[in-house]
């Protein structure tokens, strides 16, 4: 689902035709978005048989808090008809290297009815297309492979899914009467590109988001003075990529262009930069801890059981 995805800089169409061969259908919701965008011709440029679009409107008084994303997710997913629901957003992409375990793990567990979710790994990247964050915050792994069951719903702003039994369809940030799903891991990474934008469109799409969850009155606010690009800090600090991207993103990796505007030194920051969470010396304390001491990760957002 999305909504402004490509003038928001989304890798959308990679999203789709990363996952595309092992899929026997793919339904994507369309938000209306503003005159100036390309999304839903470049879906259909796409030119998949197995591709479903799904035109809609979004409500964010109806649906605040960013929840209209799990709203919107649910719309794309109660179009579908499979046994397992592969859900993507519009900036993760899979490598062509975990087709065939992603593929395998789902006929493994399709008649295991324990299992009601499959888990990813994640790789974060940051700023451009060599490096990514490994800090405490930044979650590890996430659902993105369900059952297709009517009480399974994407949950809070559509970061994850809980079993709801009766849900009225309306308040997704409930906690009472909702259940995490039982999940196994799949040995497979989702590389998540959402951090990788020019720097001023990194700031658009970060306000575009921040409407969704408060109001466009208050995020005028909220963002009245910040520069108009967004500054990733210093980028030796974070964490070197060595490997491949999907083949899919070759052409949409060939247009990066804003090197110059990124910041490759380790220590050198601007004195009035916005502090991400990485930035600040608790996540730094439990980010030393997690990979010098503990070797594991402390607590963080765990929206699932883990099955073994």
């Known amino acids: 689902m999305a909504k402004n995805a490509s003038k928001l800089y989304y890798p959308m169409k990679e999203a789709i035709l990363s996952i595309l061969p092992i899929v026997d259908e793919f339904v994507v919701a369309i938000g209306k978005g503003d005159e100036d965008d390309t999304t839903l011709e ?66 493994k567990y399709l008649n295991d009815k324990n299992i009601e979710a499959l888990l990813f790994n994640y790789l974060h990247f940051w700023g451009d297309y060599e490096h990514h964050r490994v800090d405490h915050g930044w979650y590890k792994k996430e659902i993105r492979i369900v059952r297709n069951n009517p009480e399974i719903h994407s949950w809070e702003s559509a970061q994850s899914f809980r079993r709801i039994p009766n849900f009225d369809g309306k308040d997704y940030r409930q906690q009472e009467g909702t259940f995490k799903l039982k999940a196994a891991v799949i040995p497979a990474y989702v590389y998540h590109y959402g951090w990788v934008r020019p720097p001023r469109l990194m700031q658009t799409k970060k306000k575009a988001l921040h409407v969704i969850h408060v109001g466009e009155k208050q995020a005028d606010k909220n963002f009245e003075g910040r520069k108009a690009q967004f500054d990733y800090g210093p980028l030796g600090r974070a964490e070197k990529f060595d490997g491949t991207h999907p083949e899919v993103m070759k052409d949409w990796i060939a247009k990066f262009d804003w090197a110059e505007e990124l910041n490759y030194s380790k220590n050198e920051i601007t004195p009035d930069r916005e ?34």
């Open 42 to 107: 470049e879906i259909r440029s796409i030119d998949s048989p197995k591709i479903k679009i799904v035109e809609t409107v979004w409500d964010i008084k109806k649906y605040p808090r960013g929840t209209e994303n799990a709203h919107q997710t649910d719309i794309a997913k109660s179009h579908c008809t499979g046994d397992w629901l592969f859900y993507l957003q519009a900036d993760e992409v899979v490598h062509e290297k975990y087709l065939p375990t992603i593929k395998a793990h789902c006929e």
């Open 275 to 308: 502090k991400f969470k990485h930035d600040k010396l608790k996540y730094q304390v439990l980010t030393f801890l997690e990979q010098k001491v503990f070797k594991k990760e402390l607590g963080g957002f765990k929206n699932f059981i883990l099955v073994k």
